[in-house]
């Protein structure tokens, strides 16, 4: 248990002031290994607890650390505007959402701006999210743009997605898998995507993202890859930034 400041050797005065001669730091959070835990789910259990993005989540009322990365990438290429219509791909468990309502005025709260609208699908049941319209629904079946498009009223600005496949613990596996749900994710955009629009995406270097890097290349004016200081640094993920969306090809 940590000791209550000013009690112990080396520890704060009542008066706030530090008498060890070094600066405070942070306890680090142990977990036991429990009867019938696996060793790397008490890594990860103990790894959540010491993350700092995770208690800010908490702190700020955000689903998750994730709503960390999109906000960095957003400060960097202003992507979630009002008015701007967004399409969350595979929203759950919904911190994206979140962090696109207000900025994009969801909620028409901020007076003399445009309105905007932000619709997050997933193949689970999602908690609802003042301000953005969720629903359940297997982006990759027949049919989903043309569903998307009639919920959104029309097509959207952005298109994002923060989608990881279930690990299978094999790095180039994962890899793979990750590519392909973002590269079904960029078919999506080409179809829903306004010209002009913004394509927001999670993949994992290995190699294999090189034909994806390519061919969002060839269909947006603009491609940037990114590592948001959000990302954990053991983590090969980074996120893929295409702008300017040249629109439907011939």
Known sequence: MAKKPGSGAGGNTPTGKNTSGRGQRDLKVKVKTA????????????????DPYVKRAQIDGYRGRAAYKILELNERYNFLV????????GCAPGGWCQVAVPRVNALGERAGKAQGFVLGVDLQEVVPI??????????????????????LGGNADVVMSDMAASSSGHKQTDHLRIIALCEA???????????????????????????????L???????????PAASRSDSSEKFVVAMGFRGPQA
């Not at 009002?82 to 791909?89: N, Y």
């Not at 003042?130 to 043309?146: K, R, S, V």
């Open 217 to 227: 290349k060839k269909r947006f004016d603009k491609v940037a890859n990114v590592k």
């Open 130 to 151: 003042a301000g953005a319209e969720i629903h359940q629904l297997d982006f990759m079946a027949d049919e989903a743009d043309a569903q998307v498009k009639a919920w």
């Open 185 to 215: 994710a960029a078919a999506l955009a080409f179809d829903v995507l306004e010209p002009g629009g913004t394509f927001v995406a999670k993949v994992l270097a290995g190699g294999a993202e090189q034909g994806l890097q390519a061919l």
């Open 35 to 50: 009867r019938g835990r696996k060793l790397s789910s008490t890594m990860w259990l103990q790894r959540q607890l010491n």
């Open 82 to 89: 009002p008015g701007a219509r967004v399409v969350d791909l």
